[in-house]
């Protein structure tokens, strides 16, 4: 307590499990996962059957279907970037104008 105000240490924000930043675009990896399929279908079925979110537990609850999440867009988004990046790099500059998340920021995407 301090001046007669009780003082809460909960941060009023979730962070990442993999980056510890925080969650800004509050969208799980299951839901981002079948948008992205749905985008990398258009240029390769095959491809597109491989991507697949999984569930990471957190305190942060996905706007889209309301599950609790603990990764952050980003980082997803990094992860699923790079997987096209080895499999086809035009697939890939394609996925990143779409699934942006700062991606540009970080990578060189030539």
């Known amino acids: ?12 924000f979730n962070r990442c499990v993999e980056c510890d930043e925080i969650i800004s675009n509050p969208l799980c990896s299951e839901c981002l996962a079948e948008c992205m399929k749905s985008m990398v279908q258009e240029y390769n079925p095959a491809l597109a059957e491989e991507i ?5 537990e957190g305190d942060t609850t996905c706007i889209s279907c309301g599950q609790g999440m603990g990764l952050c867009a980003h980082c997803f988004s990094r992860e699923i970037y790079e997987y096209l990046q080895e ?9 990143s104008s779409r699934f942006d ?10």
């Not at 307590?1 to 003082?7: A, E, F, I, N, P």
Request: aromatic share 16%; proline share 3%.
């Open 87 to 95: 499999k086809d790099a035009a697939i890939a500059k394609e996925f």
């Open 1 to 12: 307590m301090y001046l007669g105000v009780k003082l809460y240490m909960h941060a009023p």
């Open 52 to 56: 697949s979110g999984f569930a990471i």
């Open 101 to 110: 998340f700062n991606l540009r920021t970080l990578a060189d995407f030539a």
